[in-house]
Each structure stands twice: as C-alpha cells, then as structure tokens.
C-alpha cells in the first residue's frame, strides 16, 4: 500500500541519515609534527620523512572490548589512509596488513607510493591472513637491486625474492612471523638506504623468541650491508615488547661494520625525547614513562599502543623508528594526549588503530 510504501522510505531515510551522521563524526584526533628546537628547519632535498604504522587487521579487529561500529573495517579504512597521508612520509613500514591488493596499494598509489608485502605464514591455531609491507614515494625514491645474502644462518630463517620485484623477504623458520627489505636510492641527493619492516612474536612469554629474532634480523641487515653499496640503514616494526625488553637492547647495542666502518642504530622517539625542549609539562608528548620496571631505562615514546581486551586496558610502547649514524632526528610525530585528545580507548572514533602511528623527519649531517 502507499502507507506500508511511504513507511519503508521513512525507515530507509533514518537508516541513511543516521549512517552518515555516523561516518561524519569518525574524526581523528589532531596531530602534528613537534620540532626538537626552534633552530632546526626540515629541508625535503636532503632529509627523510619516515613512519610506521600498526594498522590493525581486518580479520584482528573484533577481539577488542569497544562498540562494533568502530572495529568495522567500513569505519577504519579511510581514516587509516588519511593518517598515513597525512604524516606526508616518504618511507612507511606498516603491519597487521590484510587489505593490501585490495586497499592499501590502491589508495597508496593514487597519491603516489609504491609498496612492497609480505604475508605471514601459516601457524597452527593462527590463520595467516596479515602481513607486512614497505611503501615509499616514487617521485623521491627508486629502487635498486640486491643479492640475497650467501652465509646467513638458513636454519633460523629463510630468504627469498619474487620475480616481479627487488624486495628481499625474509620467513623465521619458528613462528609465522615474516620481515620485508628494501634498498632504495634517493633520486635527490643520491643516497642509498636499506630498509626494513618487521613484526615480531606478541604475546607474553615469547620475550626469548622475540630476542632471537631481533638477533636474526640484525644479522641479516648487517649482511646486506657489507655486500651493497648503502649509506644508512633505516629500521620500523612492531616489536611487541618494551623499551628495556631483550629485543630492544639488542637492537640498542648490536655493531654493524664493514671495512674500517662501525655504527650502532638509534631509536627515532629515544632521540627526539633525549633532546626535546618544550614548556609544556602536561601531555604525552613528554615523556614520563619509559616503560621500565627495572634500574635499565632509556626516554622513550609514553605509548604507541592503547586498547582494551577482555576488559584489561593496556597503554605501552612497543613500536619503534630505528635509523643509523648520519642523521638527526628534527621533528617527532605527536602523541595525543590520553586524558583530553583520545579520551576513549582504541579503536574509537577519534582513531582507526589500537597503535599510534608514529613518525619522525630525519635531518641529514
């Protein structure tokens, strides 16, 4: 009838009207680029813009306590390009990736990136459906070719390259977890750099396994190094584990050398943090958290993951920028704060991610 008609419209129209009210309030909470100093001016020519980024699953997202409607992936996708576009990076290690031919390489791509995947392996009583992945932008980068490493330790992992591409990728034979690399030259100034993106074992009471991985992944980067012609080294993962953990010492304290050449890796937010000179005492932005529980502690991010699961709430630092002598850190990608900026826990409707993408703007010497 023309009642039952116009009453199904009605429904419809509400229906309609109330998704997009929905969608139209899904926005992310503001940040910016904090400066070191006053004194320090980013010049594009010869510095880098890199970021890393835990996106969260897809088929991760409904383990976690918030409302349904911002775990869809109708809710999160768009919001998890605008905040990678909006960090402007030329260089993004990302993880948690199950939507990349899909989503991520499109989208990317429209605004000019280029990016490379690797998915997980199979693990028994963990579907393999994510994985990790490098993008960088072609107008600032090419890439160049490498050979797979001819004495690395093939009982702890395995190396291998596609034929369709230059990326190196790398499976640990104990787990499911999988690492990307990329050498790219700078078509400004000329440098070559190597990069990598990796995932580490999450879980309490993996700390060794994930130690062990750090200690493979470092051996590997260090191998690549000696046998290509690179300048720097730039490192971004989830490490699932914190500042004064094992993993995080390895990667603190191992030696990359070649010839007469030695350096140690730095990490990105410990950098910025050790120089930050700020009068604002009242944000997250400064640290007063390093996540320590033992007489070990280094100045670190206050957190890059905030969330809830089966009503335990977590807030710690875990996902971390390492990079090699030759740079400064100038600008850090601010941290909202907790109380005010991102009241709510994550994913919410001020952010797609239960992880902060962080990023920094590394200035050359």
């Known amino acids: 009838s023309i009642h039952q008609s116009q009453h199904i419209k009605k429904i419809l129209l509400n229906s309609f009207t109330s998704c997009l009210y929905f969608f139209h309030m899904l926005t992310l909470v503001n940040r910016s680029y904090i400066p070191v100093n006053d004194e320090i001016l980013y010049d594009d020519n010869k510095d880098l813009i ?43 290690t990302m993880e948690e990736i199950d939507h990349f031919n899909d989503f991520f390489e499109p989208k990317l791509q429209e605004s000019g990136y280029k990016g490379f995947f690797q998915m997980k392996q199979k693990e028994k009583g963990h579907p393999a459906d994510d994985g990790v992945c490098i993008f960088f932008k072609e107008s600032k980068f090419e890439t160049l070719k490498m050979n797979i490493p001819e004495n690395y330790d093939r009982e702890t992992s395995e190396l ?19 690492s990307v690399f990329q050498i790219l030259r700078n078509k400004l100034n000329g440098k070559i750099g190597l990069f990598m993106a990796t995932h580490l074992k999450s879980k309490v009471g993996y700390e060794e396994r994930r130690q062990r991985q750090g200690k493979i992944l470092l051996s590997i980067c260090n191998l690549i190094y000696q046998e290509n012609d690179i300048d720097y080294i730039v490192v971004g993962g989830d490490f699932n584990d ?10 603190l304290n191992f030696t990359f050398s070649k010839n007469d050449c030695s350096f ?35 100045i670190e991010a206050p957190y890059t993951t905030f969330k809830m699961r089966k009503s335990v709430i977590t807030k710690r630092t875990i996902d971390y ?27 919410s409707g001020e952010y797609p991610s239960d992880h902060l993408c962080i990023a920094v703007k590394l200035q050359s010497d």
């Open 50 to 92: 890199v970021a890393q980024f835990n996106c969260l699953a897809d088929g991760l997202s409904d383990s976690f306590d918030q409302e349904s409607k911002y775990l869809t992936w109708d809710a999160r996708g768009d919001r998890l390009i605008e905040e990678i576009l909006r960090t402007n990076a030329d260089v993004i």
């Open 321 to 347: 920028i390492w990079y090699s002598s030759g740079f400064n850190v100038v600008e850090a990608y601010s941290l909202p704060n907790t109380d005010t900026d991102l009241p709510n826990l994550c994913p």
């Open 160 to 178: 291998f390259k596609k034929s369709d591409d230059d990326c190196l990728r790398l499976k640990f034979i104990e787990g499911s977890q999988v």
């Open 242 to 251: 914190v500042p004064n953990s094992e993993v995080y010492k390895e990667f």
């Open 264 to 298: 140690h890796l730095q990490s990105a937010y410990s950098s910025f943090y050790s120089n930050y000179t700020s009068n604002d005492n009242n944000n997250d932005n400064n640290n007063d958290n390093n996540n320590s529980e033992d007489d070990w502690s280094v």
